[in-house]
Structure formats: structure tokens, C-alpha cells
């Protein structure tokens, strides 16, 4: 332990009494609004005997004992309301987020300090978010407890960080948190990568069904921010808005032109976005349209060597296959996935001739609400184990007995 106080050298005697640490904040704006919303304090560090900045990701090198953290954490939130207590004079509806640090937070419960110091600044408690950071819960109730007396006085309560470790979704119903934060875990590339997006949705639905609003943090790329509002964040934070400002040189004012930007932008993706779904559609139903004309005009003795070619004729194609008018399949599946690798192929295999897809909703839907044609949600395919969409449509053979196509359109071509 000695070795680690040695490595760093930092007087938090000295550092507590002059008040001294360097402060940021990061705007959480809402393009939709067209506002900033609020202001995280973000730390950036302490002075060591040098002058240099000690960022607090350094400061597990030094050996804080019990009371310095407590100190230096204290110190950070009132620094964090003196910055702020300029900028809440301009606008009183501005949001100050905050972290509170779970491993101490049981040292301020029934303190008061907390409180004291928001009367102090004269700050309302509806302006200020806590959030709740973890790194060590040991004792959920105490922590819990906290959050309620917090909460009762008028503070809005936020979770930080979620998507990152791989069990702490549980945090949110303890927490029941008025806010949200997504980090990049999720949000890094996610204009590239579609798991993300659909894990990235499923957090947005969580996260409406409990009440909370949606911030995605550490959003570092224009490409990523128009990704994550059309998913459904309610806010953005991070690099592709704007770095993060020093607590001396906010002016909320100065980024109403940043803001007016990306609501630019956000418009031409969205309409983009729409045009390419509308081409990707059109080209869909003309793949379906063309096959369905060639068994329109064949007999049901003629349907797998149709659909056979249809795979090797069109790379949109995945699986293709027909169902009579009780969900029941009377041909095989014609499917370009052949080679599955052997772990794969105990799981998922293409559907054979006589499978029961009643219950399916692709055959499901469309008969009972006697629909022309209908298009699943992304799904894992059973038959391949890639992710897929299936597109179902009603024909009659040469003999005017009605049949089912459903045709899986593989993932290019659901970004496409």
C-alpha cells in the first residue's frame, strides 16, 4: 500500500481547504427540443504537489483512506453547484446531473450535507439529477434508503452506465431511476452494428414501461447521434454534440447553433431513412410479385423447382417456402444456407415439407385479418440462425387453390 500512496503525491488536506479541482461540463441536449436540457459535472482531476492534474481514474494508484474519499467527494459536488449556480441564474429550468458515488453512499444518509449545500447555492432540488454510479453495492437498502430521502425532497434520480458489466439491469428496480443513462457500451458504432441497435431498442422499451426518460451518453459520431434518435433516446451526450466545456467558459447560449445543426441533419437522415426503407419495399414486393406471377401460372407439383430457382436467382433471399390455406407446409425449404457449421445445425434447421406454421404470426396474421401480404419484426430464423425478416402473401395456383409464400430476406438486406 505505501508504494501506491508514493506513486501519486497528493495533499488532500491542502486540496479541501483551497477547494481546489478542475471541473467540465458536458451538455445533455435533446435535438428534438432543440435544447440543452442540463449540464453533467464531469471531474476531471485534483493537483498533485506539482500542480500537475491527478485525473480520478489515476487516483486508484493513491490509497485513499475512508475520510479523503468522502472529502474529495463532497468537495467535487460543491464545486460542481458553485459552477453551476451562474448558469441556473440564466435559466432556471436547466438540470445540474450529478454522480453519487454508491461505495460512500452510506455516509450521507441522515447527514444532510447534501441538502445543506443545495440550500446554500439556493439551487431547487428539481434542477438536480443524482446519479447513481456503481461501483461497489454492498448494501442495497442502505443505498435505497437514500434514494427515497433524496427523492422525497425533490431530486430527480438517474442510473448511469447502463449497458456496461453484464448483470446490472437488476439496478433498476431498486434504483427506480427518473432517468437513464446508455454508455458506450451500446452507443460506441452503433450506426454499424445491428445487435447493438436492437439491444440499444430493448433498453428504450424497458425504459418506458418503468417511466424513465432516455440519455445516450458518450455519443462520439454525427452517424451514431442520428442512430440513437431514431430509436427513441430522448436525449444525447458526448463528443458529436459537443466536448466537454470548462466549467468557466459554459454558455448555454453559444450551442443553440451546434443544436440547430444536428436538428438540420436529423431531418435529411430521417427523410433518407424513410426514402431507402420505401426502395427497399418496392424491391421486396417486386421479388415477390415476380414469383408469385410464375405460381400463379404452375401447379402445386411445379412449386419447389420454382422456388428452388428463386433462391439461386435472387441474393436478397435466404429461405423461401409455401404453406396451404391451414398453415401447413407443402413444399420443402428452398434455402441458400447450406453449409451450416455443425454446432448450428443441432439448433436450426430449414423446415420440412408437413411443418405446421399456423401459429407462426407471418400465417397467423394474414389470415386472420385477411391481409395481402405481411412483414415480421427482425427475428432469429429457426432455419439458418441468422437474423431475418419473414414477408408472407397470398396467390392461388393454376387451379385457383389458395396457398401461402413466405420468403426470409436476409440481414444485408435489412440494412440495405
Known sequence: MGTKRESISLNINKITEDRNLELNFEPVVSIIKKSVIGLEAVLVGFPDANGNIVSKDDLVQYDLKEGEAIELDRL?????MESFIDIYGKNKEALLFIDINIS????????GILMNVVNEYGIEPRNIVLEIVEEKIEDIKAMQNFINFYRSKGFLIGLKDLGSGFANLDRISYVEPDIIKINSVITKDICYNYYKQEIFKSLINLSKKVGALVIA????TEADAMVVMELGADMIQGKAFCEPIPADKVGLTNLKDKIEKMGTDYKAYMSEEIDAKEQSHKKYDSIINNIIVRLENSKKTEFNSIIDGTVDEYSLIECVYILDDNGHQVTNTATRCKNMISQKALIFQPAKKGTDHSLKKYYYFLRSMSLNKYVTEPYVSMATGNLCITISSSFKDSAK????????FNPDSINA
Open 104 to 111: 460512500i453512499i452510506d455516509k450521507y444518509i441522515g447527514s
Open 76 to 80: 467535487y459536488r460543491e464545486k460542481s
Open 217 to 220: 451518453e458518450d455519443v462520439e
Open 401 to 408: 387453390k389458395s396457398y401461402i409464400i413466405c420468403i426470409d
